[in-house]
């Protein structure tokens, strides 16, 4: 985190340099409006400033200095011993992320709020009010503004042109690998042989006589990268417990793209391991970390990210886990709803293009797929990027394989199925949906033909009651042949069976009480047919009518029983004189 100075605040103006000055001395700066009763006056609050300072493209809310130019400490017990708390606080009502943190001049103490910039297109709102800065007060956005910003589009930073960048500061050894890489992802080798100014201007990277910011990250000398871009250094953390907060150990990789990659990839896999898999002629070892997976996220990382949020990319390694975080939320368009189903645009298309072109990446969007469906596979749990947000991309991969079976049914479905007809990750995800008992309406229809088609999953049940079921052979992978079974529709000695039982136990039972019992495997109306039928037969009898209607022991099945125990004591007696 790059903080702010008290000299440099001091000679801040607030209008232009987007900055709040609070005097707050007695920590008496409102949180939330508190108990004011106007509306203007509740705004002016903390919540209110984050709010505006936010959708003003970011800024300052500093407590503890006088509002009057230049800019005097007087301290704040604002918030003291609490920062962290107040800056949950703020992301929990906001969905802003900010930094929160003090500065101290002598003994006095500044509370120091940075406010990030909104996303392109996002205005956020205090009280259902987007809000904007008008010199001392914070008013509602105008209807012009408001639409401009809705109406926005993200910028492709990567396609700037980098100021004062020279091919001499390009690093030779990855415009190397660059043209390798190119020259077999093109087939294409007398790309080798061209000059390297030709080759930055045939990739775009150079256009007339200036070199793109996308040349910077992906080609230019460590120094220089740091220089110009210290943003696009990524931190890797190793931590041996997965609730420990302190680093084990810290390494910084700051090298152009084409040389960082493979170093970065390689120190990760330093401490990877395997799980070895085995069930009969089934055999191989499932990685901690797959290869694959984890190039495809730092791919993404470094191709989608805003560089213009100052962090820096950081991935938190752990025994039987890796987290991957960047600045920048989601492209624009997606959403944790759609992450799978929208093509993505890539934040800087530039970058992504050279990276296509030189065979790193398949195809826009395509890399979150791969994700999934290799994740998946190796019966681990789905990628989790729940705690993404508009100001950062987290990813969580775990290593822990939870269902050993699926990663083998998965396995020996693609051995056995030509190439044209090998699962694709939304067919996986279905597979995986299904195994969990995924409520229907949550299932994708089309993916559910494929697989019926495929005979990898078996509907059962009528009407609303329809749900589906993995294929025999998963369960035969788990060695739970007995829970295929009894997935499967019941058949009438099986209901009557069931509903005998609970009579044994109950003077009666409601409609809604069997409903209840056969929930998930036949449907209210199937329930009733197979009831009236029972009644038909005198198994059960039904007592009282409409919403009193209750179903006690019928004739028949009393009889039958009297019979039953009947013949069992005269066998009894029969053995009795026999002995």
Known sequence: MFMITIEELKNLKESEDKVEFKRGERGNVSYDGGSKLKPSDRRRCILGYVTALCNEGGGYLVIGMSDNYPHQVVGTSQNKNSIGDLEAKIYRDTLIRPEVYELFEKDKRVLVIEVPSRPAGKVFKFEDVPLMRVGEELKPMSDERHLKIIQEQEPDFSELFCDGLKISDLDIEAIEILKEKYSIAQNNKQFMLLPNHQVLSDLELLKGNKLTNAALILLAKEDILVEKLPQATIMLEYRGLENQIPFDNRLKFSQPFFKLIDDLWNTINLRNGSFPIQEGPYIFNVPYFNEEVIREALNNAITHRDYRRSSEIVIKQYPQRLDIINAGGFPMGVTLNNLLNTPSTPRNRLLANVLQKTGIVERSGQGVDKIFYKTLSEGKSEPDYSKSDYFQVTLKLSAVIKDRAFALFIDS??????????LSVLEVITLNKIKKRTPKKDLDLEQLNKL???????????????????????????????????????????????????????????M???????????????????????????????????KGTKYILGESY??????????????????????
């Open 512 to 546: 809604g009480d069997l409903a209840n019992l056969f929930e998930g495997k036949l449907s209210r109306r199937q329930v009733r047919a197979r009831v009236d039928k029972f009644v038909s037969d005198k198994m059960i009898e039904q007592v009282g009518s409409g």
């Open 558 to 579: 009393i009889k039958e029983m009297e019979v039953i125990s009947q013949a069992i004591d005269m066998v009894r007696k029969t053995k009795n004189k026999e002995n």
């Open 413 to 422: 479905i693609q051995k056995e199925l030509p190439e044209h007809k090998k």
């Open 452 to 510: 019926i088609d495929k005979k990898l999953i078996e509907r059962r049940g009528k009407t609303n009651a329809i749900f589906y079921i993995l294929s025999k052979d998963y369960y035969e992978f788990t060695d739970e042949k007995t829970k295929y079974y009894n997935l499967l529709e019941p058949d009438d000695n099986e209901v009557l069976s069931k509903i005998i039982q609970f009579l044994n136990k109950e003077k009666y039972v409601k």
